[in-house]
């Protein structure tokens, strides 16, 4: 039984950022429940307008949503709806964002600009978002500090390095964001 009998307070978040940062790592590996994927093999056609760089192996892409769930203690249940990293995806990207109180933007160190263009659309659309710096293996590390300086965040904004596929520290990465958004937040709007 997924839903308990106890009243819950259900909140519906994003994990946004842009092409091969980990969105869909992140929500497999947070996911109590099977996790949605609509995750396709990329083609040809799409490797002309899907920039490859830094994520030279990759071969799938998210082309619609990932969704999956994740019940924290106090009863609070969290919908966890990926959003697909591609411009050409930002029309779905609106729909899905709807009734959403916050995102965990994603972030790569080597290729951090490439964050900007999904936090503009995260703040254009009125979202709390906190940032989880995905520590790839080969990516360059750097202090907090430097990557908040270089990422221009607000000092209100959180920002973790966290490692997609290790589900302590995606754990972490969330609670920041959902601890942002609950500070943020009237309690009679959730």
């Not at 300086?149 to 754990?171: F, G, K, M």
């Amino acid at each position: 039984m997924y839903l308990s009998g106890s009243d819950q307070t259900l909140v519906k978040l994003l994990v946004a950022g842009p092409f091969g940062v980990g969105k869909t790592t992140l929500i497999r590996t947070l996911s109590e429940t099977p996790p949605l994927h609509t995750e396709e093999v990329m083609t040809q056609t799409g490797a002309v307008v899907d920039d490859l760089a830094g994520v030279r192996d990759k071969t799938t892409t998210t082309v619609a949503i990932d969704f999956g769930r994740l019940t924290l203690p106090g009863d609070l249940v969290l919908y966890l709806f990926g959003t697909p990293g591609q411009k050409r995806f930002r029309p779905l990207w609106a729909d899905i964002a709807r009734g959403a109180l916050g995102a965990l933007v994603l972030a790569d160190t080597r290729r951090l600009a490439d964050s900007f263009e999904v936090m503009d659309i995260i703040e254009e659309a009125g979202l709390r978002y906190a940032v989880a710096v995905n520590a790839f293996p080969d990516a360059p590390h750097y202090d907090v500090d430097t990557l908040r300086d270089a990422l221009d965040l607000h000092p209100d904004t959180p920002l973790v390095v966290c490692d997609a596929r290790d589900r302590n520290q995606s754990v972490d990465a969330l609670i920041s964001l959902v601890t942002h958004v609950l500070a943020h937040t009237p309690q009679d709007t959730l």
